[in-house]
């Protein structure tokens, strides 16, 4: 085997032994220790071609079966999934939709093979505060149901839940500082008085 096919061979090697299956070009890189990105990327790119990887966005490269939530926290950083995507989850809200709702520095959707990763924006100095999101593995971070919950009350002025019973409510008189926001606290209390 020449040196080029045994480094192909690495990068594939590294990736499927590593439990993430999402990967910029910057963590292959940190994967192999392979410091010349245009190298990498001419070789992920034959890879791509080869079948050993998808290439769902530019940039981004995955193994087969990847993670949803993983690509969402890769595609605009920093971003957190939040939203309806987690109250759903948590049983706040009832109504299904399959987007993956994040919060990050821009609003937009994208749609990767068939599924949508919206994406809302929120102040900077709320977005990069980390109290009310787990990082989970595999590069996931996900807020909190009470963090998602601020989220969409700061985002959207008239929402509807259909359960508040999941949420804890001293966890979001903790969170609410974060936002800095009058509005969101006359917003929430009211949301919370409602439900008793």
Known sequence: MTGSQNKKKDIVFAAYQDKRT??????IAMLTG???????????????HAGKFLN?????????????????????????????????????IFQY???????????RTTIIDGQAYVFRKIKPQTLTN???VRRLDNQI???????????????????????LNPLNIDT???????????ALNVRTNKVLSNAV
């Open 22 to 27: 999402v990967f910029r070009l910057k963590d």
């Open 34 to 48: 392979e410091t010349n990105f245009v190298s990498i990327n001419k070789k992920l790119n034959y890879l791509v």
């Open 56 to 92: 769902p966005r530019k940039g981004i490269y995955a193994k087969a079966g990847f993670s949803k939530e993983e690509l969402a926290c890769v595609l605009y950083t920093p971003a957190y999934i939040s939203l309806e995507y987690v109250l759903q989850k948590a049983g706040v």
């Open 97 to 107: 939709d399959q987007a993956v709702t994040c919060v990050s520095y821009l609003s």
């Open 130 to 132: 980390t109290s009310g």
């Open 141 to 163: 971070n996900m807020a909190t149901a009470e963090r998602a919950f601020l989220d969409i009350l700061y985002l959207n002025t008239s929402y509807y839940f259909d359960n």
């Open 172 to 182: 979001i008189n903790k969170l609410l500082p974060l936002y800095n926001s009058r």
